[in-house]
């Protein structure tokens, strides 16, 4: 967009972000918010459509795992150029491009024909300009890398996305969310929250630059906990709880200070009463804590003084109401991964 600006001095800029493609939404507002930040920062207006996924996925049917800069491409571009196009004639505006033209993953021989057919279709002139020669696509990187803008790590919709981890090997944690109400460590959520203070930091002019972490993460993806007479029990299962085999059967072998511990897999079940002093919470039942989940930052505070270990521990901690001598099936099922996520630091 600046150099849009640069080269169309005497041209008004207007933005149209419709990109249904995106995949999850908590992913397209993300995008969307940092959009809105640049065209602030530029001074541009910008206008956003629907987010029409359900009409996108009817577009692409049958071309799901086209490669990239394929026919699902094509279609897509297709899809969202002609809503571009429509908005234009809506707005009274004549002359349409995209911001696709200087994306490295894109054909821009396939971006030039869709904007061509289009416009032939609504009577609109394009710009289809190639920011990309010349050392381009790194100036975009070190521009980008400047303002610190949010980067996107892939293209934007669910079938790139699987492709794309597959091939890193790495676990696509985009299509994951947390049934309980809580923001975890490098999760779309966790990064909106991110920009959203950058946004009010820009606005107060504060000094702050974006540094990026490189840590261990981990998802718990289903885990219960049953007693010996089959009846599964409440039971919360804290951050970095990893088992070798995800289901055993094993029994409380000694209770020590509202903690028993377990035959198999190093786990403790942990009683209600001996967290809420340790983490300094007041759950009166499980219940209350799986509606109300403490932040990961208490899970992690609390694995921290309980076992207090000069090492990343993952052995499996359960809190239960109560811990009773008794025997127990356990099941958890978990990723633990490598990852970056970003940070803020202030300067001054």
Not at 63 to 80: A, I, Y
């Amino acid at each position: 967009m600046q150099k849009l600006q640069q080269n169309y001095p005497n041209e008004r800029l207007i933005g149209f972000f419709y990109d249904p493609n995106i995949h999850p939404f908590s992913e397209y507002k993300l995008r969307l918010l940092d959009v809105k930040r640049s065209c602030n920062k530029l001074g541009i207006v910008l206008h956003v459509g629907d987010y029409n996924y359900e009409g996108w996925l009817e577009a692409i049917r049958g071309l799901e795992h086209e490669p990239e800069k394929g026919k699902r491409c094509s279609v897509c571009f297709d899809n969202r150029l002609e809503k571009t196009a429509q908005e234009a004639l809506k707005i009274g505006e004549k002359t349409i491009t995209t911001t696709l033209l200087t994306s490295p993953k894109k054909s821009l021989e396939q971006l030039e024909k869709a904007l061509r057919a289009i416009a032939q279709k609504y009577e609109l002139e394009i710009v289809a300009p190639d920011f990309r020669k010349g050392g381009g696509t790194q100036e975009q990187f070190t521009q980008a890398k400047e303002a610190m803008l949010y980067h996107q790590n892939y293209c934007g919709c669910l079938f790139a996305l699987g492709v794309q981890r597959e091939q890193q090997q790495k676990w696509a944690d985009e299509l994951s969310s947390p049934l309980r109400p809580q923001i975890l460590p490098a999760s779309i959520e966790e990064r909106t929250v991110l920009y959203e203070k950058v946004i009010a930091l820009e606005a107060n002019e504060t000094p702050f630059k974006l540094v990026r972490e490189k840590f261990l993460n981990y998802r718990l993806l289903r885990a219960w906990v049953k007693r010996s007479d089959k009846e599964v029990i409440p039971s919360y299962i804290l951050f970095y709880s990893t088992c070798k085999k995800e289901f055993i059967k094993t029994n409380v072998e000694f209770i020590a200070q509202g903690v028993g511990f377990l035959a198999k897999e190093e786990a403790r079940f942990i009683s209600l009463k001996t967290f809420n002093t340790l983490a300094n919470t007041d759950y009166k039942t499980l219940k209350e804590m799986l509606q109300n989940p403490p932040t990961v930052e208490i899970e992690i505070a609390f694995r921290n003084t309980y076992l207090k270990s000069i090492v990343a521990s993952l052995t499996p901690l359960v809190i239960l109401d109560e811990v009773k001598m008794d025997s127990y099936e356990l099941f958890i099922q978990s990723k633990t991964y490598q990852d970056i996520r970003e940070n803020l630091v202030l300067i001054g």
